[in-house]
């Protein structure tokens, strides 16, 4: 691999999403990432999520762990374990999800792995953080969507509270990790020492309530459900039906509601005391809002869209998955990448976002077989020679690889 990451190495205990999502993007910058997966459990359970599923792989385990490279090893075994802390010495971090207080158990804590290699950068992403009444609960992205109180301002007012259609919360909490390890190990080569990253599920949501929690800690703010999923407090800026669809609007500056009234046909809505400035729109909505609507169900969203682009207001039509994917502009930037793949045929992957060497996406390599790599990596990396990788197998300390 090549790419701005190229120089790092990162050893990851990791399974299911937010960890192998936070990795993924370092392995799209060009890290070598050297997932380590447990014999005892068959590996990353990944790797048998349905619906498209077969033996030891699947497309979810696709889409999380392309770029990498897999060796299956028991590291709570001693063999195992001094297998790891070979692998240790020539990292520049070790990364985990896991249960707060699992890291401790593991001994994969900075404290634990000092003596190894005092450069080490070791981040933990945990539900609940390493400390805390929570941090020995399991976290997953749906509760945490509950806790953090996402769920409350999320759905229409009269319905059920309701979680977002993606798991947000794994994959920002993924992000932020990358972002602290990155950080974390820049830190470690300026001044020779590692150090130990505590990244959780709770609090990246809890961050990510941005201006609400601002609000709510600031004034008492108290957030409400909004019909069309409309912003709390700038006017218009929601969903709105079409004749035959829905259409977004966003006009967060004066001059695009300006623009929307005149590509409405409407300049009333303009020229109104009520609806001239945000604040007056904000304590007007009811009044405003079914009006627009009206206007809006006489056109199809097509329409609308061609409309509302010539005259330069922020607009887009509700896409569903496939319509997303096929967009002119995410073709014209390649995010789909077709991928040779032995089991699939051809996987089609979303490409990273993160572009840094130019306009093409970074080379995709699929998600590694299972423990596709693990007889190379302790020979070439942990400098185990044939006999003690022999006994390793016979052992069941590891499994799989070529080398």
């Not at 794994?170 to 602290?180: E, H, T």
Request: hydrophobic share 45%; charged share 25%.
């Amino acid at each position: 691999m090549s790419g701005a990451l190229a120089d790092l190495r990162v050893i990851a205990v990791e399974q299911y999403g937010a960890g192998p999502f936070s990795t993924m993007q370092l392995a799209d910058l060009g890290a070598e990432v050297i997932k380590i997966e447990n014999p005892r459990e068959g590996g990353d359970v990944s790797r048998s999520i349905p619906p498209y599923a077969t033996e030891q792989d699947s497309l979810f385990f696709q889409s999380l762990n392309r770029n990498k490279r897999s060796v299956v090893l028991d590291i709570a075994a001693p063999a195992g374990r001094a297998a790891f802390e070979a692998l240790v010495r020539e990292a520049d971090a070790v990364f985990y999800n896991l249960r707060g207080d699992a890291p401790g158990k593991l001994r994969l804590r900075y404290e634990d792995l000092r003596e190894v290699n005092p450069k080490i950068v070791c981040c933990s992403l945990s539900g609940f953080g390493l400390s805390g009444p929570r941090a020995s609960q399991p976290g997953y992205d749906y509760l945490i969507q509950g806790l953090a109180g996402w769920m409350s301002m999320t759905g229409e007012p009269d319905a059920p509270p309701a979680k977002s259609g993606l798991s947000l919360v794994d994959l920002s909490a993924g992000y932020v990790a990358a972002i602290a390890l990155i950080a974390a190990v820049w830190r470690a080569r300026r001044d020779g020492v590692g150090g130990e990253c505590d990244v959780s599920l709770f609090e990246t949501a809890l961050a990510e309530l941005t201006y609400i929690g601002t609000w709510a800690a600031t004034a008492d703010y108290v957030p409400r459900r909004r019909g069309f999923s409309a912003h709390p407090s700038i006017v218009p800026f929601q969903l709105f039906a079409t004749a035959d669809g829905h259409v977004v609007i966003a006009c967060a500056k004066e001059k695009f509601y300006a623009r929307l009234c005149a590509a409405l046909g409407a300049p009333e809505l303009l020229d109104d005391e009520r609806f001239r400035t945000m604040a007056g729109r904000d304590e007007h909505r009811d009044e405003l809002v079914p009006r627009l609507a009206e206007l809006f169900a006489r056109a199809t969203t097509a329409e609308w869209v061609e409309r509302l682009t010539a005259a330069g207001v922020p607009n887009g039509p509700v896409n569903d998955v496939a319509a997303a994917l096929a967009d002119p502009q995410a073709l014209a930037r390649d995010v789909v990448v077709q991928v040779p793949d032995e089991t699939w045929g051809s996987v089609g992957h979303v490409a990273s976002p993160l572009r840094v060497d130019g306009d093409q996406p970074p080379p995709i390599r699929r998600a590694p077989a299972y423990g596709a790599d693990t007889e190379r990596i302790l020979s070439e990396l942990a400098g185990l020679d044939e006999a003690a990788i022999a006994a390793l197998k016979e052992e069941g300390v590891i499994e799989g690889g070529v080398r």
